[in-house]
């Protein structure tokens, strides 16, 4: 689903860009959304205080004998009346310092004054019938909402301020209460998005993880074509992929008839000289007939390489590995019965070498006829899978082994574990150079049994 972080998938950064995009919204929904309710209550609170203010401003007077003196009228507000009951006002005169002087104030201030920002006369003035809403605290240091708005009594020459107080703690725990809630309900919003779009990349992109599957099991040769359903913007590409293998496949056959026409070729001709040096016996002979034959090996290996670079540039041929070494360990040991050789051999049911049957043929077979050859009663064979699209086949004997020094020099072509021995010397070079032409590889090493140990890494083809 997901790749590494130096190189994220395609899954990944739909995911990663949604799930941003998502929380983002969300936590841009949230403030806005606690910004609007905190308004909405402030603004149900100095409607309160407008109120009180109203009743306040349309029921004061002033004492004629003294235009000082402003008497509040009796309000029915019940708060106001208690001390330190959370709602106050207050009337107050401007003073020459830029202060507030009360002229009058409810019960509940008791002995405290409403506090004021120092320079609200000065804006109060500057804004003729307008009114100023701020924060302050109350007498027992609760948060207030305050509103101050100045008036011109009848019978007063100087302007007089009406402040009217609410205590805000109220409304700061509904704000908190609503930003809690909504905080867990964008917890659970935000999970149940994440989880939409984790299934919805999914399954979005789920003809496209079977493209790919079915690409794989192309190149693991589990199939010739891709013969999947696929939506529009895929089939194209699907269509495309097709024609590549069929092309692959027609440049594959005509390497092969290539290959072949060359084999025909030349292996006539090489005959010929072979032939007819040995009608003519003498030193001209001998030397012809050598170099023949070294030409007919040379021809042989390379022709022998060029098919299996073809062939492994092909669909993927698959070969039953259980089969070719039941098939092996029969005929080797018919053919070694004489020498006693005990072929020991396993390999699991559904392993199959991704090639041709011929070339794993040559690959296992010089390998455990090499172990027979110089193997004194065992050779053990052991094909296992090496990971998801390589295979092991192991080829152990318990001759005489071959030292480690040894072991670059015996891959070479002609090279003999044993000159005494018969044979050209090309089975291990031929295994190195098929394994290689496969993509493949080859190791020697001591075997447990004391003898040598081949190890053949091959390509594998899926079940």
Request: charged fraction near 25%; aromatic fraction near 6%.
């Amino acid at each position: 689903m997901f790749g590494g972080l130096s190189n994220p998938s395609l899954a990944r950064r739909l995911v990663l860009l949604a799930l941003v995009w998502s929380l983002a919204a969300l936590v841009l929904t949230g403030v806005v959304l606690a910004v609007l309710f905190e308004r909405a209550a402030l603004q149900g609170v100095d409607q309160t205080l407008s109120d009180l203010t109203v009743n306040l401003v349309a029921g004061s007077t002033v004492d004629p004998s003294d235009e000082r003196q402003v008497f509040a009228p009796p309000l029915t507000d019940e708060r106001a009346e208690r001390a330190y009951s959370g709602r106050y006002w207050e009337i107050a005169e401007p003073t020459p310092d830029g202060k507030l002087h009360a002229l009058a104030r409810s019960y509940s201030l008791f002995d405290s004054v409403l506090g004021t920002p120092a320079d609200l006369a000065a804006k109060l003035k500057a804004k003729p019938g307008g009114h100023i809403s701020y924060q302050t605290e109350g007498p027992n240091n609760e948060p207030l909402r305050a509103r101050a708005q100045q008036y011109q009594l009848q019978g007063r020459k100087a302007p007089v301020i009406f402040l009217a107080a609410e205590d805000q703690s109220s409304v700061n725990r509904d704000v908190r209460g609503f930003v809690t809630a909504t905080a867990w309900l964008f917890i659970l919003l935000g999970a149940g998005l994440v989880a939409a779009i984790f299934v919805q990349v999914r399954v979005g992109l789920r003809p496209l993880f079977n493209l790919s599957n079915e690409v794989a099991g192309l190149r693991r040769g589990q199939s010739q074509r891709l013969t999947g359903v696929y939506p529009s913007e895929l089939t194209p590409l699907a269509e495309e992929l097709n024609a590549l293998v069929a092309h692959n496949q027609q440049v594959v056959e005509r390497q092969r008839t290539h290959v072949g026409n060359l084999a025909h070729a030349l292996k006539t001709p090489i005959s010929v000289m072979i032939a007819e040096a040995g009608q003519r016996p003498g030193p001209l002979a001998d030397v012809v007939s050598r170099q023949a034959d070294a030409m007919q090996k040379q021809v042989d290996h390379h022709l022998r390489r060029a098919r299996a670079a073809a062939r492994s540039q092909g669909s993927g041929e698959r070969t039953s590995v259980a089969e070719v070494l039941d098939e092996l360990s029969r005929t080797l040991g018919r053919i070694y019965r004489d020498k006693g050789i005990d072929i020991d051999w396993d390999a699991e049911e559904d392993l199959y070498f991704l090639g041709e049957r011929q070339d794993f043929l040559e690959i296992a077979g010089n390998a455990i006829e090499n172990a027979c050859k110089f193997g004194r009663s065992k050779v053990r064979v052991r094909a296992e899978e090496a990971s998801a699209d390589r295979l092991r086949l192991l080829v152990e004997d318990d001759g005489p082994g071959l030292p480690p020094a040894r072991h670059a020099e015996v891959l070479q072509r002609g090279a003999r574990l044993d000159e005494s021995a018969p044979g050209s010397g090309l089975g291990l070079s031929i295994i190195d150079e098929l394994a290689r032409a496969y993509g493949g590889s080859l190791a020697l090493s001591q075997s447990s049994l004391g003898g040598l140990r081949v190890e053949a890494v091959l390509p594998r083809a899926g079940v």
